[in-house]
């Protein structure tokens, strides 16, 4: 064994190890601090710690000094990537911690793994084109978290638009039944419980937002916020200016409602209508390759052998 290959299973030996080690040290001291609250009554009632939030913040102490390698220096709470947080509904302030961790981790980890797996392949790389690599997997290792915030992003937004028109239409329900905005908002939370929690939970938060005292107005813009949802926002603009303007709220919901459920047929029928043009790359280059192989593979076959050197 070369050098290069002791000094890379001793890496891999220490991470291994300084992993099963930190995760054995959490383990035991939370089963020791909850022995302890058992025997003296402390952690009877509500306020018996949770593990795995404890859990958390024990890897949040932990990293910390990781993320702040790559944490912007000011201002970044009021950044888009804050916005982009929020409308990924990770609300928890360890968040952008965990997130910035994870892009100087990757971007260190992903270069080292690289150069440790190149030499010891005993493949021969030159100088310039292992930069070349090291540079892309350290890019990409930087990269990663963002594609997977845009990810949750636009998962989390999805949901929420195509739950969207049922939850209006049962806000329009409730107020033409006579409920107020507010009783609309928190009965239409409360049903939706179950088909969209997503959608339910910011219901919930606005509703709470104006038990807290808040006006109907920040309260509505704080949603569209929020969710970042385009739908979501034409409704609180609609909401405000009926408002404020006096109009009938439920000739207005009834309108938004049938322009939403107008929009939704339109985005299903834009995708059925795509499904043609998705199947015709897999049809020309994976279908029709292995049709023409079993139908004329057979006939080419005897047509070689009959017009062979052997044929006559």
């Known amino acids: 064994m070369t050098l290069v290959q002791i000094g890379f299973l001793a890496l891999v030996f220490l991470a291994v190890f300084a992993g099963v080690f930190i995760m054995l040290r959490l383990s035991t001291r939370g089963a020791v601090r909850q022995r302890i609250d058992s025997l003296s009554g402390a952690g ?5 710690p949770n593990p795995r939030k404890s859990f958390v913040e024990s ?10 390698l790559s944490l ?11 916005q982009r947080f929020m409308n990924a ?4 302030p360890n968040a ?16 080292a793994i690289l150069f440790l797996g190149l030499n010891t392949s005993g493949g021969k790389v030159q100088p310039q084109t292992l930069l070349l690599y090291l540079l892309l997997a350290a890019t990409f290792g930087y990269y990663l978290p963002n594609v997977l915030l845009r990810r949750a992003v636009s ?6 638009t195509d739950s969207f028109p049922d939850a209006l239409d049962l ?5 033409e039944a006579g409920l107020a905005v507010d009783s609309a908002l928190a009965r239409v939370a409360t049903e939706m419980s179950l088909s969209s929690p997503v959608l ?19 309260a509505l813009r704080n949603l569209a916020l929020r969710t970042g949802v385009e739908d979501v926002d034409a409704l609180v603009s609609m909401l405000i200016q009926a408002e404020r303007f006096g109009t009938s709220i439920a000739q207005s919901l009834r309108v938004q409602s049938d322009l939403l459920r107008l929009k939704r047929r339109q985005r299903a029928e834009e995708t059925a209508a795509k499904i043609g043009l998705k199947l015709l790359l897999p049809l020309i280059f994976f279908i029709f390759p292995a049709l023409l192989v079993v139908l004329l593979g057979p006939a080419i076959i005897q047509v070689s052998n009959a017009l062979g050197p052997g044929a006559g």
């Open 44 to 48: 009877i009632g509500p306020e018996r």
């Open 96 to 111: 952008p911690v965990i997130f910035f961790t994870a892009k100087t981790v990757l971007a260190l980890a992903l270069p």
């Open 59 to 68: 890897i949040v102490k932990l990293t910390s000094p990781l993320a702040k």
């Open 72 to 82: 912007p220096d000011e201002h970044w709470e009021n950044s888009a990537l804050r």
């Open 89 to 92: 509904g990770f609300r928890n």
């Open 200 to 218: 339910s939970e910011e219901m919930t938060l606005v509703t709470l937002e104006l038990r807290a005292g808040g006006s109907k107005e920040k």
């Open 171 to 175: 806000m329009t329900i409730c107020v």
């Open 155 to 160: 998962i989390r937004q999805r949901e929420i």
